[in-house]
């Protein structure tokens, strides 16, 4: 069984992420064979918040180039966990 830390990567640092968290909504790297419940089970565990959704997409990787080789970054996948108004990450907030 994957654990909740495997679920959750890391926290998507841009700006567009921070707008999304002034209405709610943290957006998170998680693992590829992760779903929309076991996401939501995670952050619910590991942040002690009710997540009400949570949208998961597929961002495709960038072509590189290394010299004379043409490759590709890795795919990766997003999810978008939205709060309820009264319910905030603390980590995310810097407390």
Same mark, same amino acid.
């Given at each position: 069984?994957?654990?909740?830390?495997?679920?959750?990567l890391?926290?998507?640092?841009?700006e567009?992420?921070?707008?999304?968290?002034?209405? +709610? %909504?943290?957006?998170?790297?998680?693992?590829?064979?992760?779903?929309k419940?076991?996401? #939501?089970e !995670?952050?619910?565990? /590991?942040?002690?918040v009710?997540?009400?959704?949570?949208?998961?997409?597929?961002?495709? +990787? %960038?072509p590189?180039?290394?010299?004379?080789?043409?490759?590709?970054?890795?795919?990766? #996948?997003? !999810?978008?966990?939205? /709060?309820?108004k009264?319910?905030?990450?603390?980590?995310?907030?810097?407390?």
């Amino acid at each position: 069984m994957i654990q909740y830390e495997d679920i959750l990567l890391e926290p998507v640092l841009s700006e567009k992420a921070n707008h999304l968290r002034e209405e +709610g %909504k943290y957006v998170f790297k998680v693992a590829m064979s992760a779903n929309k419940l076991q996401i #939501k089970e !995670a952050v619910r565990k /590991l942040f002690n918040v009710n997540p009400i959704s949570c949208t998961v997409m597929v961002v495709g +990787g %960038k072509p590189k180039r290394q010299r004379y080789k043409k490759g590709y970054t890795s795919d990766w #996948k997003k !999810a978008i966990v939205r /709060l309820p108004k009264d319910e905030k990450i603390t980590i995310f907030e810097g407390v």
